[in-house]
């Protein structure tokens, strides 16, 4: 296939660019209108429900099924197609005659079907047609087109601050607007869990709501005197996953352990180091970083996640589970005679690999029941379990070595890709932490680093853009962080971009001209490219980044 060329896109400013676009004689429009007709051969039912569900919505147009000759839509599953592009892949030709959009599989029907809507332009991404308008035109044009990797992920922490089973429901679309097609629910941590688990009930009656927040950075001196809260039924969630599958997006859950692990340990305090902390006394943490209070290594708490991780797999069938290994404060197990007792039994030479010694459980676990575990990198530390799959967060390094090491890897530098980091320097960004990564830099992201080999390559399956909300509260807070940069790095997975320095920056912010237009029509709160509205500027100290205090990552 050739490269994207975007000279030789005809002003269709699609978003992430394909890999080819050709214009089709006759030259000139083909219009959709009151009599257009939606044939889905087999395998494509599903896309053709979502075609009348969203385009058919925004338009007015009925899209019934039907296979008029002269005025229709054809939907089909190609093999042929398949074995060349890939499963994703798909064609999208509009001629003289018929719009045809076949994929290598249904996916790759649906995300032709994703760019026959934005073909049809902004107004095909409302819920509502405007005004009078009878006749909805396409450009005659032959598109082909496949993903450069197999995960394009997001993550959700709906931990952090909970968000509403709509604004999953929400961002679902958003994902598949922008061919992205794993969304990572990041569905517990210190500060909340947010999954139902029939077995354990004061997980989500205690461990979902926390008496108040702190504003802003950790070292701010600011609250929010509110409690804060909620969480999934499991039956959300199985509509939340019901809803990614007919999107062609999985649904990933993390159940994150043996750190970051407060909420569990406030609603049962038998899972925490109970001979070195008072964990009856804890509560849902109320501030950001780290928390000391991690899991006791037991035999108790063993038995305790895998009943959470049986149920967590009935809801879920993601062939991955995340089971985080983030960020695991060493100092309680090195306090704690029972955990030095464990080590000792086990015959661990250190903390790290105590920490192994969880995660190694779990990886066998879960294989025995036919899923793959992932990861953060911090897995990496006291040795590798065997069918490891590692999210590389704390930058390239850990990707790195799990690659060279044979084991998959999803590249989510923070450095890169973490979207919770500030847009642009200066005092007017509403988030005080971190980097300051522009859109530009977003743009410049490639998941595969330079040093690695043809085979060490293939082990990066893709990349994710990490949501992290501490100081996210909303959903109008989190499309501000994730928009517009969400797009371009939708664009740096999906098109065979050329190496991050030779990418044409100018030409991509010319495209997002015409999706800034898609995304008011989807009501998205996006980043304006001229900067913040006053109304998104923090005031005082919840502006700017405290003197002297490390990022919040
Ligand atoms: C992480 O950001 N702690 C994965």
Redesign the pocket.
């Known amino acids: 296939m050739d490269d994207p060329d975007l000279d030789r896109d005809p002003g269709l400013d699609l978003i992430p660019a394909p890999v080819s676009v050709r214009e089709v004689p006759p030259s000139g429009r083909y219009v959709l209108d009151e009599e257009t007709r939606v044939e889905a051969r087999p395998g494509a039912e599903g896309v053709a429900r979502w075609l009348r569900a969203t385009v058919g919505a925004a338009t007015g147009l009925p899209l019934a099924p039907g296979d008029d000759d002269d005025n229709r839509i054809v939907l089909a599953v190609d093999p042929a197609l398949g074995r060349r592009l890939g499963p994703e892949g798909y064609r999208v030709v509009v001629d003289g005659h018929a719009v045809r959009v076949d994929g290598g599989s249904s996916a790759g029907v649906f995300w032709g079907a994703q760019t026959l809507r934005q073909l049809l332009g902004p107004a095909a991404f409302r819920r509502a047609p405007i005004g009078a308008r009878t006749g909805w035109e396409l450009p005659m044009v032959a598109i082909e087109d496949a993903p450069r990797f197999v995960w394009r992920g997001v993550l959700l922490d709906v931990a952090r601050h909970f968000l509403p089973k709509d604004g999953v429901l929400r961002y679902l679309d958003l994902l598949a607007a922008h061919k992205l097609n794993v969304l990572h629910l990041h569905l517990t941590d210190d500060q909340g869990w947010r999954m139902e688990i029939h077995r354990y009930p004061e997980l989500t009656r205690t461990g979902a709501w926390r008496a108040r927040t702190k504003l802003g950075h950790r070292a701010s001196p600011l609250w929010d005197e509110r409690p804060h809260g909620g969480y999934y039924t499991q039956d959300d969630l199985r509509e939340i996953v019901a809803y990614a599958a007919e999107r062609h997006i999985t649904v990933v859950p993390e159940i994150d352990l043996p750190g970051h692990s407060q909420a569990a340990i406030a609603a049962y305090p038998e899972l925490g180091n109970t001979d070195v902390v008072d964990t009856a006394a804890l509560t849902v943490w109320d501030t950001w970083g780290v928390s000391p209070n991690v899991l006791a290594p037991t035999d108790h708490t063993l038995a305790f996640y895998e009943n959470v991780l049986a149920e967590v797999l009935d809801v879920f069938p993601s062939p991955f589970v995340h089971i985080g290994g ?2 695991c404060p060493k100092d309680q197990w090195k306090a704690s005679p029972a955990a030095r007792a464990r080590m000792a039994a086990e015959g661990l030479a250190d903390e790290d690999e105590l920490q192994s010694w969880f995660i190694r459980h779990f990886d066998r676990w879960l294989a025995e029941r036919g899923r793959r575990m992932v990861g ?1 990198d911090e897995i990496l530390e006291g040795g590798l379990a065997e069918g490891a799959t590692v999210s590389s ?1 704390r930058g390239y390094a850990g990707g790195i070595a799990a690659a060279r090491a044979g084991h998959d890897v999803v590249m989510c530098p ?1 450095q890169q890709v973490y979207l919770d980091h500030r847009q642009a320097p200066g005092a007017d960004e509403p988030v005080p932490i971190g980097y300051v990564r522009t859109l530009e830099d977003v743009y410049r992201f490639d998941p595969v680093p330079a040093e690695l080999t043809g085979t060490e390559a293939a082990r990066i399956l893709g990349a994710q853009a ?1 949501l ?1 909300t501490e100081v996210m509260e909303d959903q109008r807070r989190l499309d501000y962080q994730a928009f517009p940069r969400l797009a371009a790095f939708a664009e740096t997975v999906w098109s065979p971009l050329p190496a991050p320095a030779a990418r044409d920056h100018p030409a991509f912010e010319r495209r997002m001209a015409a999706h800034y237009a898609r995304l008011d029509a989807l009501g998205v709160d996006y980043r304006p490219p001229g900067g913040p509205h006053p109304w998104q500027r923090r005031p005082g100290v919840l502006g700017r980044p405290i003197e002297g205090a490390p990022p919040i ?1």
């Open positions: 983030d960020e953060w967060w923070e990490n992290w990552v």
